[in-house]
């Protein structure tokens, strides 16, 4: 089973875990999700099969009109915001959370006193800890909570959340936590350092997606196949999770957008500037960074990440897999 029963006091700095009876007592809260993409869409099913009345938000009608064909409940937002217990905001950046949160339609104004907001994009530390402090004078609970695993953990509720907040906001969020996460990182009682291991996880994923591409097609100018390197390197001490998931979509010539090129600038361009206040130089960062840059400006930006290996194969006039 992937639940643990350990007692609460040994996870405060790791997994947060329910007993099948606390989970009992958790079904039925009211939440909304903001953000039916690739990873909210499978957070709010997962929700959804844990039991939990669920309103989904998109800027696409059509992702909400799937999300209650799949069991989601239709509401207004208006509706959904003075009902929820919880809300989820899965969105692409710091600007899109302001937004949904105090922009001219912002849930907080909406939502009731106590409510937990589970704010999930990657943002820089200092904005996480501004948004709980503007969410704490209105009686909300903001927890910093970035995710990670993808969209097939996300659809299976599995991630991992790297959160911080105080004690009150990770217990008005646990129902929800439950039933996305795998794993739930308690990191902090303070908002920020939760955004703050983010960074360094985005960092290291950054990094080993450009490292994974140079890789693959070095291996190519001598002879060595892109389905041989997954098949070995997959198998040897130069392997990385990112290198196991990405590499096989160049193999498959499949660059269907399960995260995204454009991803990349705006996670990395955090990292950088979260090191530039830290008078901390980060040169391998900056490197994939330009990288993905290439990518984006070469017009992969929509295409899944692994498409950075698109700028390694033109500089070396390489034809990756699919390519005529």
């Not at 309103?55 to 799949?70: E, K, L």
């Not at 969020?173 to 009682?189: I, N």
Request: aromatic share 6%; proline share 4%; glycine share 10%.
């Amino acid at each position: 089973m992937r639940r643990t029963t350990l007692p609460i006091h040994l996870l405060t700095h790791g997994q947060r875990r329910h007993s099948d009876k606390d989970k009992t007592k958790m079904l039925n809260n009211a939440i909304s999700i903001v953000g039916l993409g690739s990873m909210g869409y499978g957070m709010a099913t997962s929700l959804v099969r844990a039991g939990h009345v669920v309103h989904g938000f998109d800027i696409a009608p059509a992702a909400m009109d799937r999300f209650v064909a799949d069991g989601g409940t239709a509401a207004s937002l208006d509706d959904a915001a003075t009902a929820s217990d919880i809300l989820v905001i899965v969105v692409l950046n710091a600007a899109q959370t302001e937004a949904v949160l105090f922009g001219p339609d912002g849930w907080a104004k909406n939502l009731r006193k106590g409510a937990a907001i589970i704010a999930c994009a990657t943002v820089a530390p200092e904005f996480a800890r501004t948004c709980a402090a503007r969410c704490a004078e209105m009686g909300l609970h903001y927890l910093d909570a970035p995710i990670s695993g993808g969209a097939a953990k996300a659809a299976l509720g599995k991630l991992s959340i790297m959160a911080s907040g105080t004690q009150a906001t990770f217990d008005a969020a646990a129902p929800a936590l439950d039933a996305m996460a795998e794993t739930v990182f308690r990191l902090g009682d303070e908002a920020g350092s939760g955004s703050a291991m983010k960074a360094v996880n985005q960092l290291l994923a950054g990094v080993h997606i450009a490292a994974m591409a140079e890789a693959l097609t070095f291996g190519m100018t001598q002879g060595v196949a892109p389905a041989k390197f997954v098949e070995v390197i997959s198998q040897c001490a130069g392997t990385s999770w990112m290198l196991e998931n990405r590499a096989p979509h160049i193999v498959d010539g499949d660059y269907t957008p399960r995260s995204s090129v454009d991803i990349w600038p705006k996670d990395l361009g955090i990292v950088l500037d979260i090191a530039k206040s830290a008078k901390f130089g980060a040169p391998l960062t900056a490197a994939a960074l330009q990288q993905f840059l290439a990518a984006s400006g070469s017009g992969h930006g929509g295409e899944d990440d692994a498409a950075v290996a698109k700028v390694y194969a033109r500089n070396a006039g390489l034809k990756l897999p699919g390519e005529v």
